[in-house]
């Protein structure tokens, strides 16, 4: 069974979620070639074929893949897959993009961020915000798979894989890139980041939460994450909501400030290997699974954890 | 413009879920059931557009069971104008689903679809970009702003790391992200109009695609339980417990 793995990358390097990916590819077959689709991302190609257990990587070029868009990636992907048995994508913004239109178009059912393979047919995969798990199996002759790297190790370093160059058909007519405004910030990715610090409604305010959240976070290395309440009410950027319908991160670290711990906001932080909620509400649900509570007004537990962690030597 | 809302039915977000002893799915019975959050945002986006005088019409579509028209009828009081439900009492997957819109969008020749990004119960997120793949159409996921003019529409999405603005033409499949508006609550007299707008029922038969399963669910469990911690009584104690942990 040969496997694709479909790669994120910022044209330097593959991301980690790639990394994670290939992982769960491997758990599938022993021949997983990696697609890396850019402009201008040749050392990213190269990247992709110096991680251990690659057996090729393809190479594509063109503006639309830059942008992400699923139009093109559907045009590029779904040929290839007359030599594949299964297409795999991180389960980030970009990979569920652009997945299930690659599903329709080969008309299979999609298997939507599996935690786990069991083997070749049988994954796991969260439903319900991760309040149940269901195990599938599918009788699709081909998988289109996006995979929660989160429950996924990365795949090291160690291959030399081959770099095999392969065109694009012309991009669709129908969607034009207008632009984009990313965030640029030395904080590492949410997503897979070690430690994170997040804040929540108490912060009350954008600069409260900019003032508070994120020096804590920069003490740590950390990166910041947010709930819903925080995103919605403009304290932070959306891309910062951690939770069903935000990132899922399952960092060494979770800290989280003012969150009251709703069942979305769990469902994205809950498999972290140590929670520490800081809340004033000593029944605050976040403290249900936190391992180390700390009931205190924010405003001066903050300040406090910021002398105690310089003291520590950080 | 005439514009199509898919919306699904599902459990309440404020339910708290709970799989069966004999790990077939989870208890669905006897509790509340509500329409999908993000089937509210699309429907209240298309009632904007229709209150801007861009849209003409607005159809709410959903596939389920009986029940089901009691999220049609939710779509209909915030301002929808007619529903379809497609009555079935079986678990469809998104492939199916999308295969019955499109022959539903075939009938009603929408220009635009707006629809959730995810439904609450399965997940999935796959549902428009499928149908957008059947249909041959572009898509615009994720959307925290859409603008409809000149037979285009401009689409703010939320990406990774930030945000991405995509022009599709129409007709386009638009999903919706939380941050795309606040759904309105129906007030009494439009609840009451509701009752009298027109829901078509047909059945999944009636369109001749292929709805058979290509998952089988061999079990529903539960997610292994995180045992609560500790309260600590100070910043310096929970650095302290941190370094012990190694987590420092
Ligand atoms: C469809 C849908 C999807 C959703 N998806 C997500 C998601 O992905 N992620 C997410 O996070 N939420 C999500 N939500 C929202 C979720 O249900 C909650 O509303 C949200 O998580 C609450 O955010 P919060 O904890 O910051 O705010 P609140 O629930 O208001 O909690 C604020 C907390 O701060 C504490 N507090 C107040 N002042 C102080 C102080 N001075 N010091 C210390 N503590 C203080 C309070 O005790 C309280 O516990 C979703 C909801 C829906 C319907
Ligand atoms: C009683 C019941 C039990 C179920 N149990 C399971 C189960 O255990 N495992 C499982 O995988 N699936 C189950 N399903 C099916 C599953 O919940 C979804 O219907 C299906 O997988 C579609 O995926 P999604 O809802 O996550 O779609 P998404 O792609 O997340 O939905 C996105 C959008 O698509 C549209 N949409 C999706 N479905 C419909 C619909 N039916 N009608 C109108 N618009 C729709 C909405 O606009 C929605 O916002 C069950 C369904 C029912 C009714």
């Known amino acids: 069974m040969a496997v694709l793995v479909v790669a994120e990358h910022d044209n330097a390097s593959v991301k980690d979620a790639t990394n994670k990916t290939i992982t769960a590819a491997l758990a599938l077959s022993s021949d997983v070639d990696v697609l890396v689709a850019g402009l201008g991302a040749g050392a990213a190609a190269a990247s992709a074929a110096g991680i251990a257990g690659v057996r090729k990587v393809l190479h594509a070029e063109g503006d639309a893949f830059d942008?992400?868009?699923?139009?093109?990636?559907?045009?590029?992907?779904?040929?290839?897959?007359?030599?594949?048995d299964a297409v795999l994508f991180a389960a980030t913004a970009t990979g569920k993009n652009a997945a299930p239109r690659i599903a329709a178009a080969l008309d299979v059912s999609p298997i939507s961020e599996i935690q786990e393979v069991v083997n070749a047919t049988t994954f796991v995969r969260p439903i319900y915000a991760g309040n149940a798990l269901e195990t599938i199996e599918t009788s699709d002759a081909k998988k289109v798979i996006t995979v929660r790297t989160t429950a996924f190790a990365a795949a090291g370093a160690g291959g030399s894989a081959a770099v095999e160059t392969v065109t694009a058909g012309a991009p669709s007519a129908a969607v034009t890139f207008k632009g984009a405004e990313i965030v640029k910030s030395d904080r590492p990715e949410l997503a897979g980041a070690k430690r994170v610090v997040s804040g929540g409604r108490a912060m009350g305010s954008a600069?409260?939460?900019?003032?508070?959240?994120?020096?804590?976070?920069?003490?740590?290395?950390?990166?910041?994450g947010a709930s819903?309440?925080?995103?919605?009410?403009?304290?932070?950027?959306?891309?910062?909501?951690?939770?069903?319908?935000?990132?899922?991160v399952a960092p060494e670290l979770y800290v989280?400030?003012?969150?009251?711990?709703?069942?979305?906001?769990?469902?994205?932080?809950?498999?972290?290997?140590?929670i520490v909620a800081i809340n004033k509400d000593a029944d605050a649900p976040i403290f249900a699974i936190a391992d180390y509570g700390l009931v205190a007004d924010y405003k001066s537990a903050v300040p406090e954890l910021m002398g105690e962690l310089a003291k520590a030597g950080l | 413009m005439k514009v199509l809302v898919p919306v699904k039915?599902?459990?309440?977000?404020?339910?708290?879920?709970?799989?069966?002893?004999?790990?077939?799915?989870?208890?669905?019975?006897?509790?509340?059931?509500?329409m999908n959050p993000f089937c509210e945002i699309a429907v209240e986006e298309a009632v904007r557009l229709k209150e801007k005088g861009v849209a003409t019409e607005i159809v709410a579509v959903s596939?389920?069971?009986?029940?089901?028209?009691?999220?049609?009828?939710?779509?209909?009081?915030?301002g929808a104008d007619r529903g379809i439900l497609i009555q079935t009492d079986d678990d469809l997957e998104p492939l199916a689903v999308a295969k019955?819109?499109?022959?539903?969008?075939?009938?009603?020749?929408?220009?635009?679809?707006?629809?959730?990004?995810?439904?609450?119960?399965?997940?999935?997120?796959?549902?428009?970009?499928?149908?957008?793949?059947?249909?041959?159409?572009?898509?615009?996921?994720?959307?925290?702003?859409?603008?409809?003019?000149?037979?285009?529409?401009?689409?703010?999405?939320?990406?990774?790391?930030?945000?991405?603005?995509?022009?599709v033409a129409l007709p386009a499949i638009v999903t919706a992200d939380l941050r795309l508006n606040e759904p309105r609550y129906a007030s009494l007299p439009n609840i009451m109009k509701a009752k009298k707008k027109p829901i078509d029922v047909k059945s999944t038969s009636d369109y001749g695609v292929d709805v058979s399963p290509r998952l089988k669910v061999l079990k529903v469990t539960e997610p292994p339980k995180r045992a609560g911690g500790i309260k600590v009584e100070s910043a310096e104690q929970l650095v302290g417990k941190l370094k012990e942990a190694g987590v420092l």
């Open chain 1, 67 to 84: 942008q992400g868009v699923a139009e093109a990636v559907e045009g590029l992907v779904v040929p290839l897959m007359a030599n594949y």
């Open chain 1, 207 to 224: 600069d409260e939460f900019h003032n508070v959240i994120e020096p804590l976070a920069d003490k740590l290395g950390a990166a910041v």
């Open chain 1, 228 to 248: 819903r309440a925080a995103v919605d009410a403009g304290y932070a950027p959306n891309d910062y909501q951690v939770g069903q319908t935000g990132k899922v």
């Open chain 1, 256 to 274: 989280a400030v003012g969150i009251s711990g709703a069942i979305q906001h769990l469902a994205g932080m809950k498999d972290s290997k140590v």
């Open chain 2, 9 to 34: 039915r599902v459990i309440d977000y404020n339910v708290k879920v709970r799989v069966k002893p004999d790990q077939t799915g989870v208890d669905l019975a006897n509790v509340k059931m509500s």
């Open chain 2, 63 to 78: 596939i389920g069971p009986q029940q089901a028209q009691e999220t049609i009828r939710t779509a209909l009081a915030m």
């Open chain 2, 100 to 167: 019955l819109l499109k022959a539903v969008i075939g009938e009603e020749a929408p220009e635009l679809v707006l629809m959730g990004k995810q439904a609450i119960d399965g997940d999935n997120n796959a549902t428009g970009q499928m149908m957008a793949a059947l249909l041959g159409w572009p898509q615009a996921t994720f959307a925290s702003k859409v603008e409809v003019a000149d037979g285009k529409a401009t689409v703010t999405r939320e990406i990774d790391g930030g945000l991405q603005t995509l022009e």
